[in-house]
């Protein structure tokens, strides 16, 4: 029989409708039960395409005998982070301070007022990796909560009061941060970085497109000395190996969450929606300042996927892509990676022998599988590959003794055949929930690729997912969190509201229509109104419960996903611009100020806000596009790497203005006059003539 969840939107929860736990959603309802029935909370917080939150489900969840134990000692509540990302926040700071470690599945026993008294993720159902067995913690919990509540009580109440302490004094407001946080963020990044491999730090490797996006900005801030020279080597050898990498899917195009090893090589397989928006952003910026085509390329490739993979028939786009997925259509047992990887024997079964031959020596396919034990430590991998470039189109026709004409038509000819196969497998689950946030980062993307690679494909998928969000999760006064099939009950946070701003400006640059102009002032206020904090001068996010914040918590790092409010204070300094009102450009600062610290101390926590802060010091470029341009001034525009750019459009004679601070150089008309006004494409040295 199904539990509570069976009735929720969220495909997470609906993956737990049929445990034998009898699971809730968050609700004040489930508290309430719990106050009358005498029990603590058991808390499970994770999302749809999370690997070890099926692990646990599978162990755990799934078994009788436990959820028996979990029934009579709790009331069992499971959440979706994605779709509820406060909750998350909130007893997250807890599993952090409390472990000094954090992830998913996060299981977490509260007392019937929400608060945390324990806390951990993944639990295995009996003693190992040193940690104890699920059910016999569940046990021991229980008891704890009848025979000794006083010191639970008490432990609880010190927690939270810590937690609400130490968010208070995060905010601490001084002055603005100075420029020397550029050159200390350079330094961290060249101390960390992996120069025979590209990225930062050893395994696993993140993409986290942040830290190379602001170096991009860092390397034009800096042009013609060291720091830029350090910080475009830096981004291009990590961007080409990511690339070449199994993180990135050599067939279908986009890329997999992370690397397990240091070689970008091992992926954990599952593909989300706000890593290609991002990454997808940052190629083409990469693409504009270094003039490489692989990035371009790269660009286009997650374009590709994303459209085709990811598109939801309303307009929008799905959170994600399974990681797990059944080997064959009767397999017993879902795996990792088992769609994405490849045996030897199919290829060469496929492929002639020569093409097979060839694409095995180009993507490093070798016959017993090609993980590394130390990427594969519970032996998921045996005997497949992870396709990666191994070798160069040149090293190909030298041993194959082929042009490299005939060794690329083989190989694109072997990708198409491939990818046609491929999708004949059981495919992985598609987590098809919409959420608005991560929208906003794909048609930032996409409005930016329609601007610079003059693709009108792309500007009608920006904006019909627009279209959406506004007919769909806008309610003329409140922007709501996800949709799927109908509206979800969560509102949408701070981050919903910066980084559809972010995509509405993009979209403003790229069509120049005023109504995304319009629509972004509506969602600023509402931004403004419902999470901005005085006394911690930004956007907080509070997760409520019984009428009380449990936490009120101003996010200040950029991680996976940017923080709402170092977004929001680059959205304010261009919209200040834009709409030439001061009063965005005050609440940026303010942003700034209460951000100095961390950017002090931490900068490669805080690339947004360095990013943010470099555009306050150095101001926002206006670039107004009037008319048509002449062939030759359009691509010399579209390839130009302008970070402190703001776009718009409008009627005219094929010019263009370019406004900085109260004053505007006269109208450019040719490619000539463009490169005198922006000569950085010129200066940079990996730029090709």
């Known amino acids: ?114 608060k945390p008294v324990v806390g951990g993720t993944y639990f295995p159902p009996e003693d190992r990796y040193g940690r104890a067995g699920f059910p016999k913690l569940c046990s021991e919990i229980g008891r704890l909560w009848k025979e000794d509540r006083k010191r639970m009580l008490d432990s609880a109440e010190k927690i939270m009061v810590h937690l609400r302490t130490e968010a208070a004094a995060d905010a601490v407001v001084t002055g603005l941060p100075g420029d020397k946080v550029f050159g200390d963020f350079i330094d961290r990044c060249e101390a960390m970085f992996d120069p025979s491999l590209g990225g930062w730090g050893n395994a696993p490797k993140f993409p986290r497109p942040v830290v190379p996006r602001l170096l991009l900005q860092l390397a ?63 190629y083409l910026e990469s693409w504009q300042a270094t003039g490489d085509e692989r990035d371009r390329e790269t660009a286009e490739d997650i374009f590709r996927y994303v459209l085709g993979e990811l598109r939801d028939p309303s307009g929008a786009f799905h959170a994600a892509e399974d990681a797990d997925s059944l080997p064959t259509a009767d397999a017993g047992e879902k795996r990792e990676g088992a769609y994405w990887t490849w045996e030897s024997a199919e290829i060469y079964r496929l492929l002639d022998p020569r093409s097979a031959a060839i694409f095995c020596a180009a993507y490093g396919v070798e016959a017993d599988g090609n993980a590394r034990p130390e990427s594969d430590p519970h032996e998921e991998l045996v005997g497949q590959n992870t396709l990666f470039r191994a070798m160069s189109v040149p090293g190909l026709a030298e041993q194959f003794d082929l042009t490299e004409a005939e060794i690329e038509a083989i190989l694109r000819d072997a990708r198409k055949l491939l990818l046609a196969e491929r999708g004949k497998r059981p495919l992985p689950h598609r987590d098809d929930k919409l959420i608005t946030a991560w929208n906003g980062l794909m048609i930032a993307a996409l409005a930016r690729g329609a601007r610079v690679l003059a693709r009108e494909d792309l500007l009608e998928a920006a904006r019909a997912a627009l279209e959406f969000i506004k007919r769909e999760l806008w309610d003329g006064e409140k922007l709501w969190r996800s949709y799927r099939g109908k509206r979800g009950a969560a509102a949408g946070f701070a981050a919903d509201h910066a980084f559809l701003i972010s995509g509405l400006i993009e979209m403003h640059g790229a069509d120049g229509k005023a109504e995304w102009l319009e629509w972004v002032e509506e969602i600023q206020a509402a931004l403004d109104r419902e999470f901005w904090d005085d006394t911690r001068a930004g956007y907080v996010i509070r997760a409520e419960l019984g009428g009380e914040t449990l936490l009120a918590i101003r996010e200040d790092y950029d991680g996976a996903e940017p923080a709402a409010n170092h977004v929001a204070a680059e959205n304010l300094l261009k919209l200040a611009m834009l709409l030439d009102e001061p009063a965005y450009a005050k609440r940026a600062e303010a942003i700034l100020r209460a951000g100095a610290r961390a950017a002090e101390a931490q ?11 470099d555009l306050f010091r150095r101001g926002v470029t206006k670039v107004e596009v009037r008319g048509d341009l002449q062939a030759d001034l359009g691509e010399a525009v579209r390839w130009s790497w302008l970070p402190r750019a703001v776009w718009t459009r409008s009627e005219g004679s094929g010019d263009l203005i370019v406004c900085e601070g109260q004053s505007c150089l006269p109208p450019i008309r040719d490619a000539a006059g463009w490169l005198r006004t922006f000569p950085t494409g010129t200066e940079n040295p990996l730029k090709k003539s």
């Not at 779709?83 to 509260?110: C, K, N």
């Not at 490669?604 to 943010?612: D, T």
């Open 603 to 613: 900068p490669f926590a805080v690339p947004v806000l360095l990013g943010a802060l």
């Open 1 to 114: 029989m199904p539990n509570s969840l069976a009735h929720e939107t969220s495909p997470y929860l609906l993956q737990h409708a049929h445990n034998p736990v009898d699971w809730e959603p968050w609700s004040e309802e489930a508290f309430e039960r719990a106050a009358e029935e005498d029990k603590l909370v058991f808390l499970s917080i994770g999302y749809s395409t999370c690997h070890w939150c099926h692990v646990m489900e599978r162990e755990s969840f799934e078994n009788e005998a436990i959820a028996a134990v979990m029934n009579a000692n709790f009331i069992c509540v499971k959440v979706d982070r994605e779709e509820r990302p406060d909750i998350d926040a909130t007893y997250m700071a807890f599993v952090q301070a409390t472990t000094g470690q954090g992830g998913w599945p996060m299981s977490v026993w509260l007392t019937p007022e929400g």
């Open 220 to 282: 034009e801030r800096f042009r013609g000395h060291d720091e830029a020279e350090a910080a475009l080597q830096m981004t291009h050898r990590t961007l080409r190996a990511m690339a070449a990498g199994g993180m990135y899917d050599q067939l279908g195009g986009g890329f997999h969450r992370y690397s397990v090893d240091r070689y970008w090589h091992v992926p954990h397989y599952e593909k989300m929606l706000y890593d290609q928006g991002q990454l997808a952003l940052l």
